[in-house]
């Protein structure tokens, strides 16, 4: 059974940087990919960033430029630096991760950019 334990998330003003932490536990063995997805109150979720055992990058054109997505192989865990943060990054960020066809879900951490 795989397990995701999200940290990191803040209340951050309009401009500022927040590094979010997503590590996972379990029999994960690549390929597999890993990412995050944020879901802002009233608004369906939505994709953010990925990245695959393999090391290929992928993000959301309204994050492209500010946030960076990397990961530790060895420890198995996704990070998310956001910079130049909006207030239309306001949102629960879910960490995820696809592997053996099957698809696992962090808890949320919850985000908040506001003066």
């Known amino acids: 059974q795989v397990q995701l334990v999200e940290s990191g998330g803040g209340l951050v003003q309009p401009g500022g940087s927040l590094r979010l932490s997503c590590a996972a536990s379990g029999s994960i063995f690549s390929p597999y990919a890993m990412g995050w997805y944020r879901q802002a109150p009233g608004k369906q979720r939505e994709y953010v960033a990925s990245?695959?055992?393999?090391?290929?990058?992928d993000y959301a054109n309204s994050v492209k430029g500010r946030f960076t997505i990397s990961r530790d192989s060895a420890k198995i865990t996704v990070y998310l630096q956001m910079d130049s943060l909006k207030r239309e990054d306001t949102a629960v960020y879910y960490c995820?991760?696809?592997?053996?066809?099957?698809?696992?879900w962090g808890q949320g951490t919850q985000v908040t950019v506001t003066s």
């Open positions: 995820w991760v696809s592997y053996g066809g099957k698809h696992y």
């Open positions: 990245i695959t055992s393999g090391g290929i990058i």
